[in-house]
């Protein structure tokens, strides 16, 4: 593709609730550029953002894809986002990397959870923004409804710009308010007035359109009080201003799967939304100091990577927006963020999966290269001279965990080497080894999340099962209590003597162990000493309960008697195992349970639903807020083994519409009927261990 000047550059997102058309609306804006030959369908798997396997089995995007056309001497770089919850991740990516975004909103379904989501997302980072009402072909369709809907939920920033031409089966074309033209489609596009039984409806539309574009200008503000004709030109000019500033969010409309409003909003992404130069610098950090980085392609290089995929053919693909100067084949660059030297070879554009080499990628555009080393999303790639770090992407945490195992025997360092891969390329994806539960942990945002991630081990030839993650419980002692621990043997052979007396009481939560050596008068010989404390620490690792590590306690030596031959430091080690058993059988084993802080915010409308849960989850509810717009924000403190599949029940107790976080804070003792139903946990799993 040819280079382009920055203000013929467009960077748009394409964002909203899952299945709106987002991919549909792509694959049609292409094939009206002539980009693509033929306009594939979601359905028949031949889409160009929806080229992984994953997505075409499933039907829905996973991964946020590039889509570069061109249109009237512009280029425009589409980047299709996912709409599904679990992917949220490469929404973020894509209207981080984005200078303007599009939200795609079904007129059947109105507007849905994601649809909020992002637009939250779009204030957050001050992002122009347009809405396109899609699907008006369709049966249930409601123009009316939709956009009632809007205003409810988004406000008055909410401006239609165009009406569509009959609904459902009989949805025509689109009238532009702005313009008061109509254009039909029917193979072509045919221009005309607006019909007569549109006008009534389309006359005060046009006058509320016009009052909110120059509303953001005094002086024509004024002369259009005066009721002086203002000219379309500069009208235009003032709705790029009140779209940029995002003052006006324009409502456009149309049917991505019958090709109906989508070249007019090809024009509105030229005419009317920000190219790259029109947007505020970009923020950047050298060393301490911030600095703002004007869209220069002559300037300092600094590209943000906003994306990480591996491709089956050419490895690992690295996409990269450029904020200043320009980035260019066969030349190294410096990852600020790393702090290493990358080099580059080829780089290129992407359309979907077809890639196509380019000489240079000046600010403002976005481009790819293949087989960095060291480069993760969210790094800036710019010079070793001048090496300025960009604000990076803000990921949402992994929400939902799950243990797994090879199903192979032997697979361990293979499934490593996955999950390292995996995580590089997917933020939200996060793995570890739990050292205490002795479990390999994927964490992601949801069930469909994991379940790709299943699915893409597998195709890196690691086939793994899966179970509920264990909690890592603690065991502790209730009271203080002394007992004597005997080793000896002395019948034949090397003797071996060692006693010791301990004393066990509990220490305060956190207070994990402390050994005292109270002898006195040498009745363990100095050098034995470590050997009773090490004793007791290996008893801690596995408690008698259910096998979890035993904290909090202290143990006193305070007695002791040895043998100058038969007494060993193995013989005091076991000594001080055997005391450690004896008295904290004594003292009363009783199991730690993890409680978490939990940040839940949920629609005021499900509070209820969403306390009543808390409660017979054995939460303790520390505070609900009303935080405006519809939203309670619930702070409560709840034992980990509760919510180990939060994610899922929220999602499914508010249709999805709910978010939580959800962190440690402390250990505490668990209630008896958990106790029991842990202990017997472990005894089962201790049986079939020994079969
Ligand atoms: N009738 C009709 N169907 C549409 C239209 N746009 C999309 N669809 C259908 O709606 C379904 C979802 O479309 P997609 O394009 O995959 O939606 P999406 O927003 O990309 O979905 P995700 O990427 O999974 O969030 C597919 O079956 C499309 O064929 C439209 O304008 N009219
Ligand atoms: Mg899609």
Known sequence: MKTYPIEKIRNVALVGHGGAGKTSLTEALLFNAGAINRAGRVEDGNTVSDFDPDEVGKGISISLALAPFEWKEHKINLLDAPGYADFLGDAEAALRAADAAIIVVSAVEGVEVQARVVWDICEHLGLPRVIFVNKLDRERASYQRTLDELVDVFGTKIAPMHLPIGEEQNFAGIADLLAERAYTYDGGRTEGDIPGELSGLAAPLHEKLLESIVESDDSMMERYLEGVEIETKEIAAALEKAVASGTTVPVLVGSATKGIGVDLLSDFMLDEMPSPAERPPAKARKGEEEVELPPDPSGPLAALVYKTLSDPYVGKLTFFRVYSGTFRPDQTVFNVTQNNDERVGQVFTMRGKTQESESEVPAGDIGAVAKLQHTLTGDTLANRQAPFALTGIEFPDPLLALAIEPKTKGDEDKLSTALHKLAEEDPTFHYERNPETHQTLIKGMGEAHLDVIVQRLARHHVEVTTAPPRVAYRETIKKTASAQGRHVKQSGGRGQYAVCSLELSPLQRGGEFEFQNAIVGGAIPNNFIPSVEKGVRKALEAGPLAGYPVVDVKAKLFD?????????????????????????????????????????????????????????????????????????????????????????????????????????????????????KVAAEAQKAKEEAHK
Do not use: C, N
Not at 632 to 644: D, F, R
């Open 560 to 676: 002791g008697k040895f043998h100058t031959v038969d007494s060993s430091d193995i013989a005091f080690q076991l000594a001080g195992r055997l005391a450690f058993r004896v008295a904290g059988g004594v003292a009363g084993i009783v199991l730690l349970e993890p409680i978490m802080d939990l940040d839940v915010m949920v629609p005021d409308d499900s509070v209820g639903d969403i306390m009543g849960d808390l409660s017979s989850k054995r939460a303790r509810i520390e505070g609900s807020e009303a935080v405006g717009r519809g939203w309670t924000h619930i702070k409560a403190k709840v034992p980990q083994g509760e919510i180990l599949r939060y994610s899922i029940d929220l999602r499914s107790k508010t249709g999805g519409r709910a978010t939580f976080r959800a962190g440690f804070s402390h250990y505490e003792e668990a209630p008896s009927h958990v106790q029991e």
